[in-house]
T-cell receptor, first 115, second 109 residues
């Protein structure tokens, strides 16, 4: 299996622009996570999907952020409008089951820079 | 105060040394994960612990549930072990991980 796939790997945009990050989880995994990593705050959970349904979006910073999972093999995280403080590395991860003891498999991340 | 505290924040060692990274947490947990993040950013899960001890190659992870403490040990360290090691705990839910800030390990040849 190719693992979790994220695109783009790097994104540089200007403040106010819309940004869309994409994730393809590992086939057969039913849980998907979006995380954000910054120097100041470390890794933080943004949103959690189970069987394509958003279960917990309490980590989404504000209404500028939205996430969708239209099917089991694709998810997007959108920021509109983007701001410089959104600059971070965004990781997608997937997991086979809903057990806390299951391993989460992380994608390579998208490094977002908002100028 | 972060619910997950790691120490040390930075660690420099010589090749061959025995390494210990510590993780303390303040909440009841169902599982604790150790992750490794290399320069360039990829994150890999090393261990999941709910009790006791696990070993994989030169890496050993232990957890003491009563003391709310876990350690990650690396025996015979090697420069390729240089990375950030992150502790994460799964608390009351079955999905939400709370992460420590990470320990930056540098192993010099």
């Amino acid at each position: 299996d190719a693992g979790v796939i994220q695109s783009p790997r790097h994104e540089v945009t200007e403040m106010g622009q819309e940004v869309t990050l994409r994730c393809k989880p590992i086939s057969g995994h039913n849980s998907l996570f979006w995380y954000r990593q910054t120097m100041m705050r470390g890794l933080e959970l943004l949103i959690y999907f189970n069987n394509n349904v958003p279960i917990d979006d309490s980590g989404m910073p504000e209404d500028r952020f939205s996430a969708k999972m239209p099917n089991a093999s694709f998810s997007t995280l959108k920021i509109q409008p983007s701001e410089p403080r959104d600059s971070a590395v965004y990781f997608c991860a997937s997991r086979f089951r809903t057990s806390p003891t299951d391993t989460q498999y992380f994608g390579p991340g998208t490094r977002l820079t908002v100028l | 105060k972060n619910e997950v505290e790691q120490s040390p924040q930075n660690l420099t060692a010589q090749e061959g040394e025995f390494i210990t990274i510590n993780c303390s947490y303040s909440v009841g947990i169902s599982a604790l994960h150790w992750l490794q993040q290399h320069p360039g950013g990829g994150i890999v899960s090393l261990f999941m612990l709910s009790s006791g001890k696990k070993k994989h190659g030169r890496l050993i992870a232990t957890i003491n549930i009563q003391e709310k403490h876990s350690s990650l040990h690396i025996t015979a360290s090697h420069p390729r072990d240089s990375a950030v090691y992150i502790c994460a705990v799964c608390g009351g839910s079955n999905y939400k991980l709370t992460f420590g800030k990470g320990t930056l390990l540098t192993v010099n040849p």
